[in-house]
């Protein structure tokens, strides 16, 4: 039982280049979450899902879309990355309210 | 407008001592809340939550206090052990709870030997 894993765990990307960050629960959980931390703040909801095949926008989305084709995938996409997107990204899930998080991807966008 | 607040970025407390972790939060829809401790380079981790319904619940070392009135919370942690020595982050969630999380921007507690 791995819990929520996240791929990759590091990467930097150039201005402008794309990229996709892959989360992936083996709870069976319905709900699922991307977050992004910067230095000094909590963490801010980017996208969430309620079920497959759905999402939604949270506090800070724009610039990032998200796919949910499969229940216990959580995929966070960067069409053009920016330097403002330059972040530890977490992903999360649950069934309730109680989330679980993963370790985190660290993006450097330069 | 931050809807969740803690007011101090960093707190030192001695071993064995309590330590008491603040939280206050703006949205009155808020029905759930939850402390979350966080290592360097890991993931948050849940560590104990409590409905609108209730004024206080107690996991261990751990007890959280709510008072709605005042839409303020704590978290005690008796005796504080090194172990502790995290990032505590207060998060409130409305609605039942698939909306997402809403975090304040944490408390850096240190467990002075």
């Known amino acids: 039982n791995a819990g929520v894993t996240q791929t990759p765990k590091f990467r930097v990307l150039k201005t402008g280049q794309s990229m996709t960050l892959l989360c992936a629960q083996d709870m069976n959980h319905e709900y699922m979450y991307w977050y992004r931390q910067d230095p000094g703040m909590g963490l801010r909801l980017i996208h969430y899902?309620?079920?497959?095949?759905?999402?939604a926008k949270g506090e800070v989305p724009d610039g990032y879309n998200v796919s949910r084709l499969k229940k216990q995938n959580f995929l966070l996409g960067l069409e053009s990355a920016a330097p403002s997107q330059t972040s530890v990204y977490f992903c999360?899930?649950?069934?309730?309210?109680?989330?679980?998080f993963g370790p985190g991807t660290r993006l450097t966008v330069t | 407008d931050q809807q969740v607040k803690q007011n101090s970025p960093s707190l030192s407390v001695q071993e064995g001592r309590i330590s008491i972790l603040n939280c206050d939060y703006t949205?009155?829809?808020?029905?759930?809340f939850l402390w979350y401790k966080k290592y360097p380079a890991e993931g948050p981790t849940f560590l104990i939550s409590?409905?609108?319904?209730?004024d206080k619940n107690e996991d261990g070392r751990f007890t959280v206090f709510l008072n709605k009135s005042a839409k303020h919370l704590s978290l005690h942690i008796v005796p504080s052990q090194p172990g502790d020595s995290a990032v505590y982050f207060c998060?409130?969630?409305?609605?039942?709870?698939?909306?997402?999380?809403?975090f304040g921007k944490g408390t850096h507690l240190i467990i002075q030997p």
């Open positions: 998060a409130a969630s409305a609605g039942g709870g698939a909306d997402g999380l809403t």
């Open positions: 409590i409905s609108s319904i209730k």
């Open positions: 899902s309620v079920g497959e095949g759905t999402t």
């Open positions: 949205n009155s829809m808020f029905d759930y």
């Open positions: 999360a899930s649950t069934n309730f309210y109680e989330q679980y």
